[in-house]
């Protein structure tokens, strides 16, 4: 079955950075989006980061654009973000979610979420 | 940037049925997806392209879409529906997925 967990989330001050890692099971990794969506303490969901099922596109809301990166390891079946300058306002649940076969854009599978706390 | 409006909170009693809505501006052309986070869970994907359900996700669950509002249906509505539910599209002009704000479910 398919199985995606996160892990690299804890407290971090501001300004500095962190890498979460996604690793996947259960489905062929390389054919599939990848994405990454967050949701801070009490707040609704905020999507985050998209790649594309072969690497070649990436997307990221306003919010995040020019701090987090979005990547992929095949190899691995591991999706990464790399979440630098962080604020207090970054603060969240960070989920991975995995993408239909055809790249639509929707959440077909989420794993258990990784907690980060951008605190001095 | 593209929004969904969704209402904050909706009640219904059990075995009624629950209405939940989606509103965006041009909202016809994209395809809307709906997601039940009960919690300290991860969110689920419960209908998908407007009206599709995934598999193991029971009929009582459908999604209609007349002009710019979405609509989230819950028949006979039981406790364990009750949850935070979002809606979410891709907003491919702007490239970036947006999600409606939530609404919370509560049976009365």
């Known amino acids: 079955q398919v199985q995606l967990v996160e892990s690299g989330g804890g407290v971090v001050q501001p300004g500095r950075s962190l890498r979460l890692s996604c690793e996947a099971s259960?489905?062929?990794?390389?054919?599939?989006?990848m994405h990454w969506v967050r949701q801070a303490p009490g707040k609704g969901l905020e999507w985050v980061a998209t790649?594309?099922?072969?690497?070649?596109?990436?997307y990221y809301a306003d919010s995040v654009k020019g701090r987090f990166t979005i990547s992929r390891d095949d190899s691995k079946k591991t999706v990464f973000l790399r979440l630098n300058s962080l604020r207090p306002e970054d603060t969240a649940v960070y989920y991975c979610?995995?993408?239909?076969?055809?790249?639509?854009?929707?959440?077909?599978?989420w794993g258990q979420g990784t907690l980060v706390t951008v605190s001095s | 940037s593209y929004v969904l409006t969704q209402p904050p909170s909706v009640s219904v009693a059990p075995g009624q049925t629950a209405t939940i809505t989606c509103g965006g501006n041009?909202?016809?052309?994209?395809?809307v997806n709906w997601y039940q986070q009960k919690p300290g869970q991860a969110p689920v994907l419960v209908v998908y392209?407007?009206?599709d359900r995934p598999s193991g996700i029971p009929e009582r669950f459908s999604g209609s879409n007349s002009g710019n509002t979405a609509t989230l249906t819950i028949n006979r509505v039981d406790a364990g529906d009750e949850a935070d539910y979002y809606c979410?599209?891709?907003?491919?002009?702007?490239?970036?997925?947006?999600f409606g704000g939530g609404t919370k479910l509560t049976v009365l």
């Open positions: 979610a995995r993408d239909d076969y055809y790249g639509n854009s929707r959440f077909e599978y």
């Open positions: 259960g489905f062929t990794f390389s054919s599939y989006g």
């Open positions: 790649m594309s099922y072969d690497g070649d596109n990436e």
């Open positions: 041009n909202r016809g052309s994209k395809s």
């Open positions: 392209d407007d009206g």
């Open positions: 979410q599209v891709w907003d491919s002009p702007n490239s970036q997925v947006v």
